[in-house]
């Protein structure tokens, strides 16, 4: 029965991932949200792995994590008006961690090449066909702009590496969906992975350079309005101008994320968050005011929300985990799980993700699970 949840449970996680892009697609173009639905039968999933398993997970992470996160859920109940938020702020991250831990012990006894490649053929199959999908209806409610995440970062990294083809179609794909973060992620893994190839393959990796430059190139110049490089377009104008103004633009809001927190934060704040619940007003670029619950950049949506100490424990942890793994010299499996990883790290700075995309501590555990990480 465990076992078979277990199966169950990691074959939702591309499912689940790929429904995001319709829940998106609706959300930004009908302003129809199911978010709240999809959040929770994710942590109904998570809650009954975690009870089936309630033995296998204690370590030492989640019980710093665990630690860490009681003063910000406190804080949040004595200053902030008590919502949903509250809970989910805790569960999410302690979750996180839990899954860390069961995952690490998980693979260690089984073999991810196969789950990689199951959900890496899933990913590609549904994005590419959802994509058809999302334009009609970007199309129909006249958005003039293509942005949402399709999840192909773990996609992406096996096909780096098993089917040169189909990872350019990854990166056509990522572009198509029009979110710059992933792009410039997408650039970065594929930068690092070439130290982590032979000569022969590095020559493979240039020729894929050259052809995605090529293709890129053709299909900005020919259509530049389309509505998923149109936003591209307007941002490598922004980056050009240099100004602050521009600058700001460019971030989307982020900038202006930064500073709404941090004129509410005092420094006693700095140490234990603004607590579990925190919301803060946003200007919108209507005009409007919004209440946020999280930054778009991770590290200060944390600092916010939880402090100092909780947000260097992650980022400590996380550092440790992709500059200790040994990985040069290992099998391809090993490679992409790291470049997977390194992925979904790099995006977590442009939007508020470290936590919440599913796969993202299935890997972490099998990275864990690898013998020769230095303790």
């Given amino acids: 029965m465990k076992d078979k949840y277990v199966n169950f449970y990691l074959y939702m996680v591309p499912l689940m991932s790929c429904m995001g892009i319709l829940l998106s697609a609706f959300r930004i173009s009908d302003g129809i949200s199911f978010i709240l639905v999809y959040l929770l039968f994710s942590l109904v999933l998570d809650l009954i792995l975690v009870m089936f398993y309630a033995k296998s997970f204690w370590n030492k992470d989640v019980a710093i994590c665990l630690f860490l996160l009681i003063p910000p859920l406190l804080v949040g109940l004595v200053n902030n008006e008590f919502s949903r938020r509250h809970l989910t702020d ?49 199309s129909s409610s006249g958005a003039t702009r293509l942005s949402i995440f399709p999840p192909l970062e773990l996609s992406a990294s096996y096909y780096l590496f098993s089917n040169p083809i189909l990872f350019v179609l990854s990166f056509f794909l990522i572009i198509a969906y029009g979110k710059r973060a992933q792009l410039i992620s997408a650039i970065i893994v594929f930068c690092v992975s070439y130290r982590f190839v ?32 149109r936003r591209f377009v307007y941002s490598i104008g922004l980056l050009f101008n240099g100004d602050f103004e521009s600058i700001n633009k460019l971030s989307a809001g982020r900038f202006d994320e930064v500073f709404a927190i ?84 790099l995006e977590s700075f442009f939007s508020y993700s470290l936590f919440v995309v599913s796969i993202t501590p299935i890997l972490i555990g099998s990275l864990l699970s690898f013998k020769d990480i230095k303790e």
């Fill in 90 to 138: 805790l569960l999410v991250p302690i979750l996180f961690f839990i899954k860390v831990s069961f995952f690490s012990k998980y693979w260690l006894n089984k073999d991810i090449s196969e789950y990689i490649k199951i959900y890496s053929k899933i990913t590609l199959l549904l994005s590419f066909f959802l994509l058809i999908i999302v334009y009609s209806l970007f």
């Fill in 198 to 229: 032979n000569y022969k393959m590095k020559l493979v990796f240039i020729m894929i350079a050259c052809f995605i430059i090529a293709g890129v190139t053709f299909f900005i110049s020919n259509d530049p309005n389309n509505i998923s490089v």
């Fill in 262 to 345: 941090f004129s509410e934060m005092e420094i006693s704040d700095f140490l234990f968050g603004m607590g579990n619940g925190y919301t803060y007003e946003l200007m919108l670029s209507s005009g409007e005011m919004k209440d946020v619950t999280n930054a778009h950049f991770t590290p200060v949506g944390l600092l916010s929300k939880y402090g100092i100490f909780y947000t260097l424990f992650v980022y400590y942890f996380f550092l440790k985990l992709l500059f200790t793994s040994k990985i040069k010299g290992r099998a391809d499996t090993d490679k992409v799980v790291y470049l997977a990883v390194l992925f979904l790290f």
